[in-house]
């Protein structure tokens, strides 16, 4: 069925119907009464500037029409009268449900891009975006297919996430592919959470209705076993003798042991951030990622470290920090033990070669539960406002014991 033209209370509407719904699309043409239209939906020349009337009417008809037709195309039915009124509803949607994914997404990273140029945005953050870009880019040149927004559903997002998985020499070398492959879990999901972030914010600016099958996609993954740096191997580390440069990134990574920050943080510490309540100095400062504030009172060691540094740490790039603290952790042969990977199919490597500074966020909150320190001061440390986040960063690969078991017969 297609629509047609009607009169309704004193108004020329676009009429639809789909079972047993009706759609009146307005057209802004008031007239008299019936009398004035024509049953095939023309307005009579007894009415004033009729012609231009007449015009307008129907550029609205065939606007409706194309929407019905084009989702009669692609799914061989009528639409529902919900999906005509979210489409009208937007006069100026500049994505539709038959838009390309790649064109849809590029306005939505350019929004992003936007919110990012702010100076306390983490531009970090903004890289994932880009490179899912990059990643949904090669994956249709793998498909050999334009994916339209429409087309985008649970079958499509296994064989993206089976894409990201496979290795370079896996997708073919005959393609110029711009993005790398042989992801690991953790970044296989960075790059979902942008995209589910893209089709939330579709969904928010009614362009288009999030289907349940994207919005309840899980990822299925092994659990791995996550990396981080005992007491004991902290102080073995502060134990070797350095100078310069790599003196600089052991003692900044052990201080990311003691504090939680992230890197984003560490490199915009100052002295403005420490204060002190009675004798406890302690950081106080809104994390550049999350907006939220952390206060983490200092060791000793951190306070007279920040001393040494100037209270700057912001003098190297992360890629040469975390390729020199790789150096640093393997030539101490603190780290030589196996442990399972993050990426190549969870195959067991050297643990020295997963250890970056991010690894300092994770140690801090692993040793804190080790410690037996309260959860929700944990909380105020690392600025998490959920537990389920917060579990992540913990290390539950611990020897088995029964010290804990032990207090429920006491």
């Given amino acids: 069925m297609i629509a047609k033209i009607k009169y309704y209370k004193n108004r020329v509407v676009i009429y639809y119907s789909k079972d047993g719904v009706i759609l009146r699309h307005s057209t802004g043409i008031t007239i008299d009464n019936s009398k004035h239209i024509t049953d095939d939906g023309k307005i009579k020349s007894m009415v004033p500037d009729y012609q231009s009337l007449n015009l307008v009417v129907h550029n609205k008809l065939d606007e409706v029409n194309k929407v019905i037709k084009e989702y009669h195309l692609k799914h061989n039915s009528q639409p529902p009268v919900s999906y005509i009124k979210s489409r009208l509803e937007k006069p100026n949607n500049p994505i539709s449900h038959f838009s390309k994914l790649i064109d849809g997404y590029d306005i939505f990273l350019a929004e992003k891009k936007q919110r990012f140029s702010q100076k306390d945005k983490s531009i970090t953050s903004l890289k994932d975006y880009v490179s899912t870009k990059n990643s949904l880019t090669d994956f249709q040149l793998y498909s050999k297919k334009e994916f339209l927004i ?119 510490l100052n002295k403005s951030h420490i204060k002190k309540e009675g004798k406890v100095p302690y950081i106080d400062k809104i994390s550049i990622k999350t907006k939220v504030e952390v206060k983490i009172p200092l060791t000793e060691w951190g306070e007279e470290f920040l001393k040494r540094m100037d209270y700057n ?98």
Avoid at 167 to 181: A, M
């Fill in 150 to 268: 429409d087309e985008v559903n649970k079958k499509m997002l296994s064989n993206y996430k089976e894409f990201l998985e496979m290795k370079p020499s896996e997708r073919g070398t005959d393609k110029d592919y711009i993005s790398r492959g042989g992801l690991n879990q953790n970044t296989i999901r960075k790059r979902f959470n942008c995209l589910k972030s893209f089709f939330y914010y579709l969904n928010d600016n009614e362009y288009f209705s999030l289907p349940n099958e994207i919005k309840n996609f899980e990822l299925s993954s092994e659990p791995v076993e996550m990396i981080s740096i005992s007491k004991e191997e902290i102080k073995g580390l502060l134990k070797i003798k350095l100078k310069d440069t790599p003196e600089k990134i052991r003692d900044t990574f052990v201080f990311s042991c003691y504090t939680g920050l992230r890197w984003s943080d560490l490199t915009t």
């Fill in 313 to 410: 740490l912001d003098f190297i790039s992360n890629q040469k920090f975390n390729e020199g603290l790789k150096n640093i952790c393997k030539s101490s042969e603190l780290f030589n033990d196996l442990t399972r990977a993050e990426d190549d199919d969870n195959k067991y490597i050297a643990r020295h070669k997963l250890i970056s500074v991010h690894k300092g966020r994770h140690t801090f909150i692993s040793n804190l539960v080790k410690s037996s320190v309260p959860i929700n001061e944990i909380m105020k440390y690392t600025g998490h406002k959920k537990l389920e986040t917060l579990m992540k960063y913990i290390n539950t690969q611990t020897p088995m014991t029964n010290e804990f078991i032990k207090k429920l017969e006491e």
